[in-house]
């Protein structure tokens, strides 16, 4: 057990669907992240939020849209998706965003765009 | 030049071996350093965090941070089959909080 709780673990959907990856933590953090993981890739941010508010987005396509509520849960909002988005993505959280806050990963959703 | 390089391996080893994983890294504003282990189909899991130079050692775990040569390593010490895993190496600035991570090393411990 992370503290930080991932569903679902798998998905596989068509280019066409719309899905949602969710993300809840139970560390008491304020922040949460979105990684993308790719093979032979280093982890790539997505979205930061921080009291849930968006602080940080890497330039990810607008088929992706994240969605905070509130500090402990966090939304990946999946359509049209491309084979090549196929990957693990991982949600994290930390303390804050200020420096050496360490982050915290869950166990991540694997997702295959057919 | 990547921020941070890491060498993907694999790397193989016979139980009870020392274990010696390293990253190299270009930005001479990192000053914090972690290591993570994340096993096959899993999330990564913070396993020793430093912050600068010097050593800090957590049972068979041992990490250190060069700053002056840019490199960092983690030793392990009686490497059991129970550590194959990737290993991967991740750093922060001292301002800011976006995290650099190294490409992980895959490690495979032979009983």
């Known amino acids: 057990e992370t503290g930080v709780t991932q569903t679902p673990r798998h998905l596989v959907m068509g280019m066409t669907n719309k899905k949602s990856l969710k993300c809840e933590q139970h560390?008491?953090?304020?922040?949460m992240y979105w990684y993308k993981q790719s093979a032979k890739k280093p982890l790539e941010l997505m979205f930061v939020?921080?009291?849930?508010?968006?602080?940080e987005n890497n330039s990810v396509p607008s088929r992706f849209s994240p969605e905070c509520p509130n500090s402990s849960h966090l939304f990946l909002h999946l359509h049209t998706l491309q084979p090549e988005d196929s990957a693990l993505y991982l949600c994290?959280?930390?303390?804050?965003?200020?420096?050496?806050?360490?982050?915290?990963f869950g166990e991540g959703s694997w997702l295959t765009v057919v | 030049q990547k921020e941070v390089e890491q060498d993907p391996g694999p790397l193989s080893v016979p139980e009870g071996a020392i274990v010696s994983l390293n990253c190299t890294y270009s930005?001479?504003?990192?000053?914090?350093f972690m290591w993570y282990r994340q096993y096959s189909r899993k999330g990564p899991e913070l396993l020793m965090y430093?912050?600068?130079?010097g050593n800090k050692e957590d049972g068979r775990f041992t990490a250190q941070v060069d700053k002056s040569s840019k490199y960092i390593s983690l030793f392990i010490r009686d490497s059991q089959p129970s550590d194959s895993a990737t290993y991967l190496c991740?750093?922060?600035?001292?301002?800011?909080?976006?995290?650099?991570f190294g490409t992980g090393t895959s490690l495979t411990v032979i009983p």
């Open positions: 994290a959280s930390s303390q804050g965003t200020a420096s050496g806050n360490t982050i915290y």
């Open positions: 430093t912050y600068s130079s």
């Open positions: 930005n001479s504003a990192f000053q914090y």
């Open positions: 991740a750093m922060i600035r001292n301002t800011g909080n976006q995290f650099y």
């Open positions: 560390l008491g953090h304020n922040a």
């Open positions: 939020y921080n009291f849930k508010e968006q602080t």
